[in-house]
């Protein structure tokens, strides 16, 4: 037999959960979201392969071999032309059919390089047709500095094999000290995970938080908390809200995580480099995390918003606080490049114990350098207490509520008024 | 008879206004009881009170013989005077969790709901969203709402102000037939035909203080019947009479108050001197009257 108090709060989460999966909100959002997130991920890969260099273009020289050897460079480089032609040396026709051939977009643009007496480097000029995006340039200055390298080389005698080997790029892997051990990391992917969960917390609390904010300001404005409150206690109401718009928002971000993994198998993510959840660099200790962290997070921000909504008088007010309500996430984001350079300073510690803080900055911190388990556990445990006191204090502001009329309450009238109730 | 409120000396005060003072009440089992009292006497603080809603600043409130505890509240159904229903829910789903809020089970608050929206004529408004229904109907609902449970104590703030002559009739009747079965029925209105119609017990407040309080008949009582009316043919010289304070004459009906201890017999004969009487009624005062004279004496103190 469930105790009075549970039972009530148990029903009230029910009706609120529902209500909101029947509601047209959820229905959008469920769907819109991912459809959002898909068509970022789309236009992402396209833009990506719009990334490429020069397709055709000529290189002028009066030195033939560089201009071969700069030929030479650019098709291995990492993203060849379609085709290069090489007028070493060039005659002035030469020339101007270029220049024409440019201006009728036939190729990309030429490149040409003027030997200079006495110098060891010739000057180096791109004439195109447009201003250059940043990949051409890079790999034309690549192109053009390996083979001045080869030339040089070549020059003292150096064997072609032996060239190869000195002329490799050097790649350079990247480990991390995790969990006490040295794994292999990648300094992007590690913090996507955190980056994930900013944007879910954000988007939940605005969705959701403004949503509790808003049913609670339409039970006071029915007047329906007049007859909730004479069957059941405001602290069962108040946690009933929250369990049920938590039970709500779980469902969703359930149907997204599914969403996710789908897409992390898909043939779309493999095109970019994905290929299932654990190449976007997130563990299973960081999953388990990351849901500690995103439902308290969840449920301290669902509690101030309901406290927020129990203290406004009417709908249009609720617009005027959701600043407030994520006003403590924008200051997580902004502080974030601080604690990622610095996890262990003194700052990163005491900001990742502050409740408010706490779901982005401990998290961001458990993802880039493991922190002492004290640190972590006293952060969760700070968190849960401040989410009860959320719920209580909304629930003894709700209850104040009743007495309200029309007006919002300044703070001192509702500091009376919970003395009287 | 089991009393199941009790106010002792109950004091109550918002900010600097005194809402309650020192006012003592107990509703018994079985009877209808009428909170009456101008607008701002402090009806709504009462009732607050006794629920739980708020505490009293001074004085005792006890439901069903002990202090107010949770478990109590399911025995009581509340309805407040100004009316909520979720908008978006439809009207059984609202029924039946309300009605699981007061313990009942979900197949059993079903059955009562379907029962009383029958017995209330809206068995076809069930299905419905809140919204889409009209005032009354709304009021029908938050009325079945506050009855579901079967609760000992029933308590309605102004439970037929919006409603047409039809519903206001059929949701006094039930009130009555609940009151045989037994419960008790607090209302707060300043309806006041209603309340001589329906209530055995009344309390008046003014001013957060009780000013008249007791049984109907035993309030009634203590007022004289000091009001005629004649309904006559011929000469109306008699209201003239010494014993009139003062006198409304329409074409052959007079309605008279009399002077305090007036001799009424003693007009009658003087009345049957000249004219021919058909009708000489001594009227006891209406509960209006006597409201007005109560409030409005002291109001003008």
Not at chain 1, 88 to 93: F, L, V
Not at chain 1, 152 to 160: E, I, R, S, T
Request: net charge neutral; glycine share 8%; charged share 20%.
């Amino acid at each position: 037999m469930l105790s009075g108090m549970l039972r009530n709060t148990l029903l009230i989460a029910k009706r609120e959960y529902i209500e909101r999966i029947k509601s047209r909100v959820f229905r959008i959002t469920t769907l819109l979201v991912p459809l959002g997130m898909g068509g970022l991920a789309v236009l992402g890969s396209f833009s990506g392969r719009k990334m490429e260099g020069v397709q055709y273009l000529a290189i002028v020289s009066s030195n033939h071999e560089l201009a071969e050897e700069v030929k030479a460079a650019l098709m291995e480089g990492e993203m060849p032309p379609k085709g290069v032609e090489v007028y070493a040396p060039a005659s002035e026709a030469d020339l101007a059919q270029l220049k024409s051939e440019v201006a009728e977009h036939q190729i990309g643009g030429y490149l040409t390089l003027e030997t200079v007496a006495g110098e060891a480097r010739p000057k180096v000029t791109w004439v195109s047709g447009s201003s250059i995006n940043f990949v051409s340039k890079a790999q034309m200055e690549a192109a053009v500095s390996s083979a001045l390298i080869r030339e040089q080389l070549a020059a003292k005698g150096v064997p072609d094999s032996q060239m190869n080997q000195l002329m490799q790029d050097t790649k350079l892997k990247t480990m991390q000290v995790k969990n006490g051990g040295v794994v292999s990391s990648d300094s992007e992917k590690s913090f996507l995970g955190a980056y994930i969960l900013i944007i879910v917390l954000y988007a939940s609390v605005l969705i959701y938080g403004i949503n509790i904010a808003r049913s609670v300001v339409e039970e006071k404005t029915s007047r329906i908390f007049e007859v909730l409150l004479s069957t059941t206690s405001a602290d069962s109401l108040m946690l009933g809200k929250l369990l049920g718009v938590g039970a709500t928002g779980l469902t969703q971000m359930g149907i997204w995580a599914a969403l996710l993994v789908f897409y992390a198998g898909s043939a779309l993510a493999a095109g970019q480099g994905i290929h299932g959840l654990a190449s976007l660099g997130i563990t299973k200790a960081e999953l388990g995390y990351f849901g500690i962290f995103f439902l308290l997070g969840f449920f301290l921000y669902s509690g101030l918003a309901a406290a927020l909504g129990s203290s406004v008088s009417g709908e249009t007010e609720v617009q005027q606080f959701s600043f407030i309500l994520i006003s403590p996430l924008v200051v997580s984001v902004v502080l974030l490049p601080f604690v990622l350079g610095n996890p262990n300073s003194t700052t990163a510690v005491v900001l990742s114990l502050l409740p408010p803080f706490t779901p982005i900055i401990m998290y961001m911190r458990i993802c880039s350098q493991m922190p002492p388990l004290w640190q972590i556990a006293l952060s969760i445990a700070l968190l849960a207490g401040s989410v009860w006191g959320m719920v209580w204090l909304a629930a003894r502001i709700y209850r104040v509520g009743v007495l309200m009329y029309g007006k919002r309450a300044t703070l001192p009238e509702m500091l009376r008024w919970l003395r009287y109730s | 008879m089991e009393i199941l409120v009790e106010l002792d000396k109950v004091s109550k005060s918002y900010e600097e206004k005194a809402a309650v003072r020192d006012l003592s009440l107990k509703i018994e089992a079985g009877s209808m009881f009428g909170l009456l009292g101008p607008n701002g006497a402090g009806k709504t603080s009462t009732i607050r009170m006794m629920i739980g809603i708020t505490r009293p600043d001074a004085g005792k409130v006890s439901l069903f013989g002990k202090p107010f505890g949770d478990g109590a509240l399911r025995r009581v159904g509340y309805l407040p005077e100004e009316r909520g229903l979720y908008k978006r829910m439809k009207v059984i789903d609202q029924l039946v969790f309300l009605a699981e809020l007061r313990g009942l089970g979900a197949l059993e608050a079903k059955r009562r709901a379907t029962q009383w929206c029958e017995r209330l004529q809206m068995a076809d408004a069930m299905d419905k969203k809140t919204e889409e229904l009209s005032k009354g109907m709304q009021q029908k609902i938050q009325f079945i709402s506050t009855l579901l449970h079967d609760p000992e104590l029933i308590i309605m703030d102004e439970p037929f102000s919006g409603l047409d002559p039809v519903n206001a009739v059929l949701l006094q009747d039930t009130l009555l037939e609940l009151k045989k079965q037994g419960n008790a029925v607090l209302f707060s209105t300043h309806r006041m035909d209603q309340v001589e119609k329906l209530c055995d017990q009344i309390c008046l407040i003014d001013r957060g203080a009780a000013v008249l309080a007791g049984g109907m008949r035993e309030v009634k009582s203590r007022y004289e019947r000091n009001r005629v009316i004649i309904q006559f043919e011929g000469d109306d010289g008699f209201l003239q009479h010494a014993a009139i304070a003062e006198s409304k004459s329409y074409a052959g009906h007079a309605e008279i108050k009399l002077k305090p201890h007036a001799d009424a017999q003693d007009l009658l004969r003087t009345a049957a001197a000249t004219a021919t009487i058909t009708r000489f009624e001594l009227v006891e005062p209406s509960l209006e009257e006597i409201f007005i004279e109560t409030v409005g004496g002291r109001s003008d103190a």
